[in-house]
């Protein structure tokens, strides 16, 4: 069963914004949190924000906070990433996760249990 579903991807010139969406089921939403990753080519897949479902605190890479913003639709069980300023490092693939906030000390704070498929932003100089 597909337990998560991203979209809204696409390209922008820098500078420009883009909102993600990260559509999931109803029983992944209501028993894990949900965070965004991403995968530019040839790099490790890395952390880009998540939440905490208990208290709803947000976090965020260092590389890109400020200019992102994570938030949810618990009526559409929808969450999802707000992107601006971006600059043409922010191009990757952008994958949500569904997982539990395990703090320590290392980023990212999410165990991940599921994965979406995925969706391709790029931006271009």
């Known amino acids: 069963e597909v337990q998560l579903v991203e979209s809204g991807g696409g390209l922008v010139q820098a500078g420009g914004s883009l909102r993600l969406s990260c559509a999931a089921s109803t029983s992944t939403f209501d028993d894990y949190t949900i965070g965004w990753f991403r995968q530019a080519p040839g790099k490790e897949r890395e952390g880009v924000s998540c939440f905490s479902k208990s208290d709803g605190s947000t976090y965020y890479a260092d590389s890109v906070k400020g200019r992102f913003t994570i938030s949810r639709d618990n009526a559409k069980n929808t969450v999802y990433l707000q992107m601006n300023s971006l600059k043409p490092e922010d191009t990757a693939v952008y994958y949500c996760?569904?997982?539990?906030?395990?703090?320590?000390?290392?980023?990212?704070?999410?165990?991940?249990?599921?994965w979406g498929q995925g969706t391709q932003v790029t931006v271009s100089s």
């Open positions: 996760a569904s997982g539990i906030i395990s703090h320590g000390p290392s980023w990212p704070p999410l165990r991940v249990a599921y």
